[in-house]
Structure formats: structure tokens, C-alpha cells
């Protein structure tokens, strides 16, 4: 267990993350679960946070240099 505290976004290329994102989107919509959106939501906050970026100019960023 000590080696998931390794574990940093920067394992993630940005194709992945942005897959991620989409997936978790994609999941919320099929199965009508709001669990997946909120976890969508969440990591897109703390990551908007962590780069000072509006959600839509991250996004644009993932979309944009996949």
C-alpha cells in the first residue's frame, strides 16, 4: 500500500486524463448515476485549481493537445 502514495497525475498523460473526463461523463449519462458526475466534477475542479484555469480553458487545453 505505501507505493499508491507514489502514485502523482503526472503518471497521466493528457490523452488519459481527458479520457478519464469523458468516460466518467459518458458513464453518468448511460447509467443515470450521479455518482460518476460528481467524481467528474471533482477532479475537474481540483485540477482547474491546481493549474489557476477555468474549467473551460482546461478542457479546451486536454481537447486541443491530445
Same mark, same amino acid.
Given at each position: 500500500?505505501?507505493?499508491? &502514495?507514489?502514485?502523482?497525475? %503526472? &503518471? +497521466?498523460?493528457?490523452? /488519459?486524463?481527458? +479520457?478519464?473526463?469523458?468516460? +466518467?461523463? $459518458?458513464?453518468?449519462?448511460?447509467?443515470? %448515476?450521479? /455518482? $460518476?458526475?460528481?467524481?467528474?466534477?471533482?477532479?475537474?475542479?481540483?485540477? @482547474?485549481?491546481?493549474?489557476?484555469?477555468?474549467?473551460?480553458?482546461?478542457?479546451?487545453? +486536454?481537447?486541443?493537445? @491530445?
Amino acid at each position: 500500500m505505501e507505493l499508491i &502514495d507514489q502514485v502523482t497525475i %503526472n &503518471d +497521466l498523460s493528457k490523452r /488519459d486524463l481527458l +479520457l478519464i473526463i469523458k468516460s +466518467l461523463e $459518458f458513464t453518468s449519462k448511460k447509467t443515470q %448515476n450521479p /455518482d $460518476f458526475i460528481e467524481l467528474r466534477n471533482s477532479i475537474v475542479k481540483e485540477l @482547474c485549481f491546481l493549474t489557476e484555469t477555468s474549467e473551460e480553458q482546461f478542457l479546451n487545453y +486536454l481537447e486541443e493537445n @491530445c
